[in-house]
């Protein structure tokens, strides 16, 4: 989970989008925060397929796992600082680019993105910068966007959206600005939709948190979640929750669903970190900050049978039998299967090995 923290002065809040567009009846998803259900996995997937990562001197994946990408024939693995590459029987084939501060280099990974017909990944560095390597890992070009923090990044029907955040200065004082960037394959910004702008003028604190999962494929479609927004000054707080889930359509953010919380979440400090949606079933995460310590929950919604589950720690395996509970994501380019690790360790391992990666396909309407 990603955790931002910046310190700012405020005057006012301001959510703009482009062309936020109402239609009908806005689908609301009910979600308990009263309930603490345990859902097991072959309630909702129709099958799993577990991976065994093969472990080499060059494929030792660490603890934080930024994204996982499926091509047709291997996966893409992406950690704070390497991109590996497996078969999808888990042999381990190479690694692409490298770490650095240089041309052709990243810093720390954000995330990757697949545009599968040109045969071309895109890596999102901290370092403010947007590499392209083919799929054998040849350097094909990269992008210094020097004023931008890149949240995620995406190749959805043939174009690579970006998500920022900027600041600004004008006559009337500071802005940071929050859009959704669509490029062209030279990596020049060919649309912009504003999400939202802060303006700056008195000593406080803002911190946005979520997942990098914020640029999301389902039904066809891009989907846009983008996270709660607190603001502080000295001891108190007050939080914009923003509950609902838009999907991407000629420059605008259409609402898809919103979340409603039992009374509204009141006496409750609820902070959304997640919201995406597959064809039946709809998922996210949230922090009850009220708790002592801070609690993250998982809920899942089947929009088919009205059934709503609210989870603490994750979703219980019971088709591997892992005892363990694990926290699912989705793959950036199809909200209709999802993955987890988990080191599986067998008598005799003299180390530990890597993760398995576990691949679900969720049951459909």
Aim: charged share 25%.
């Amino acid at each position: 989970m990603k955790r931002y923290f910046l310190s700012i002065t405020i005057i006012a809040f301001l959510l703009l989008s482009c062309s936020k567009t109402k239609q009908g009846d806005l689908l609301e998803i009910p979600v308990d925060i009263d309930q603490n259900n345990s859902l097991p996995l072959s309630e909702i997937a129709e099958e799993i397929t577990a991976i065994e990562l093969e472990l080499t001197d060059e494929s030792v994946i660490g603890p934080i796992i930024q994204g996982v990408i499926l091509s047709e024939n291997e996966v893409f693995m992406a950690t704070l600082n390497k991109i590996f590459v497996f078969s999808k029987t888990g042999k381990f084939i190479r690694s692409i680019g490298s770490q650095g501060q240089g041309p052709k280099e990243y810093t720390y990974i954000h995330n990757l993105a697949l545009d599968e017909k040109n045969k071309r990944l895109f890596i999102s560095s901290a370092n403010r910068k947007i590499i392209s390597y083919d799929l054998n890992g040849k350097f094909m070009k990269e992008k210094l966007l020097p004023e931008l923090s890149i949240d995620d990044i995406n190749y959805v029907n043939k174009e690579l959206f970006l998500l920022v955040d900027y600041t600004v200065s004008d006559a009337t004082g500071v802005y940071s600005h929050s859009a959704l960037h669509q490029l062209n394959d030279d990596m020049q910004v060919v649309d912009s939709c504003t999400i939202r702008n802060l303006n700056f003028a008195e000593p406080s604190q803002i911190s946005i948190n979520g997942t990098q999962d914020y640029l999301l494929k389902g039904n066809k479609s891009l989907f846009l979640y983008y996270g709660d927004v607190f603001l502080r000054n000295n001891n108190s707080a007050e939080k914009v929750l923003r509950d609902t889930l838009y999907r991407v359509e000629n420059n605008r953010l259409i609402p898809e669903l919103k979340l409603k919380f039992k009374n509204d979440g009141v006496g409750k400090f609820i902070h959304l970190t997640g919201i995406y949606r597959s064809s039946r079933y709809v998922f996210g995460a949230y922090l009850n900050s009220d708790e002592k310590p801070i609690k993250e929950y998982l809920f899942c919604y089947d929009t088919k049978t009205g059934k709503g589950y609210n989870m603490q720690d994750g979703y219980m395996d019971d088709i591997n039998q892992i005892e363990k509970k694990v926290y699912i994501r989705p793959f950036n380019l199809d909200t209709e299967t999802f993955y987890y690790l988990h080191t599986n360790m067998k008598p005799g391992d003299l180390e530990e090995p890597n993760p398995t990666l576990y691949i679900g396909k969720l049951k459909g309407k």
